[in-house]
Nanobody, 124 residues
Framework: QVQLVESGGGSVEAGGNLRLSCAAS????????MAWFRQVPGKERAFVAA????????FYADSVKGRFTISRDNANNTVTLQMNNLKPEDTALYFC?????????????????WGQGTQVTVSS
């Protein structure tokens, strides 16, 4: 059983940067695909980025490509999301997620472990 805890959310102005972190415990972290999703009230949870077991492959939503970077540190069981040039439409509750298969996916139903979320608010 994997437990995920996000941190690093906050409020910034448009154009600013934030770095989200997700600490994992339990299970074998290096054998889990890790991902970030986000959700705004009244909408479905949306894929943001995913990273493979060893961090050699990444996958981004078109809306964040070129601005966000996902990375992982298997020695410290953490995954991070560096968010640059933030826009008001990036405002959401951001979730860390994990699954035990080897492929990258943007589908929420594939991920069986979730954190509680961290709020990101971007003002214009």
């Amino acid at each position: 059983q994997v437990q995920l805890v996000e941190s690093g959310g906050g409020s910034v102005e448009a154009g600013g940067n934030l770095r989200l972190s997700c600490a994992a415990s339990g299970g074998t972290f290096s054998r889990h695909v890790m991902a970030w999703f986000r959700q705004v009230p009244g909408k479905e949870r949306a894929f943001v980025a995913a990273i493979s077991w060893a961090g050699l492959s990444t996958f981004y939503a078109d809306s964040v490509k070129g601005r966000f970077t996902i990375s992982r540190d298997n020695a410290n069981n953490t995954v991070t999301l560096q968010m640059n040039n933030l826009k008001p439409e990036d405002t959401a509750l951001y979730f860390c997620a994990a699954h035990e298969q080897s492929w990258l996916s943007k589908k929420t139903e594939v991920y069986n472990y979730w954190g509680q979320g961290t709020q990101v608010t971007v003002s214009s």
